[in-house]
C-alpha cells in the first residue's frame, strides 16, 4: 500500500499542532497559577501589637522558578509567606491564596477562645482567615479583646512598594 506524501505531511502537521496546543495549554495554565504581589497587615492580640519581623517566621528560600514541580508543602508556602526580616507585608505567588495561609506557614495560630475580627483597607470582613490576600490591600486583625478603631489603620502602599524594591529573595 503506497502512501502519498500529502498524507504524511497532513499527519505531521496534525501531530505539531497538538504538540504546539498542548505546549499553549501549560503555559497558559501555569501562567494563570503563579501570580507575585504584596500586601500589608497587622495584628494585635488583646491590643497588643504582634511583631513578625523575627527569624522564625520568615521563609528564607528564594522564590523559585514556576516550572518546576513543587511539593505540597512548597505549594502551600508559596501563597503567603514573608521574607527579609519585614513582618507586615506578605509576599503572594499563588491564585487564592487566604490570610489564614499566611498563618499557616509562618506556623502561628490564635486561642481558640478568643474572638478574631478582620479589616480589610478599614472595612469590616467576616471570616477574616478564609478572605482573599489581594494586592496593596491592608489587612487588620483583631484577636480577643482589640479597640475596633484600630480596624481603620493601613500599612501605606508606598512601605509596601519600598518593601518590594528591597526584596532580594523574591524580586519585584
Known sequence: MKISWKVIASFWAMVCATV??????????????????HAGFKVYVDNRLQDYSGYQYMNYTPCSEHDEKKSKEEEQMEKAHLHENV???????????V??????????????????????????VEEIM??????????IILVGESDASRGGEVVS???????????ELCGT
Request: glycine share 6%.
Open 20 to 37: 504546539a496546543l498542548s505546549l499553549y495549554q501549560k503555559e497558559m495554565s501555569h501562567d494563570e497559577e503563579h501570580v507575585h504581589y
Open 99 to 124: 490570610w489564614g495561609d499566611l498563618f499557616t506557614n509562618i506556623k502561628v495560630s490564635f486561642p481558640s477562645d478568643k474572638k478574631i475580627t478582620g479589616y480589610i483597607d478599614g472595612r469590616k
Open 157 to 167: 502602599r508606598a512601605h509596601i512598594e519600598e518593601v518590594e524594591k528591597k526584596s
Open 130 to 139: 478564609s478572605t482573599p490576600i489581594e494586592a496593596y490591600t491592608t489587612a
Open 87 to 97: 513582618g507586615d507585608v506578605v509576599h503572594v505567588h499563588r491564585i487564592g491564596a
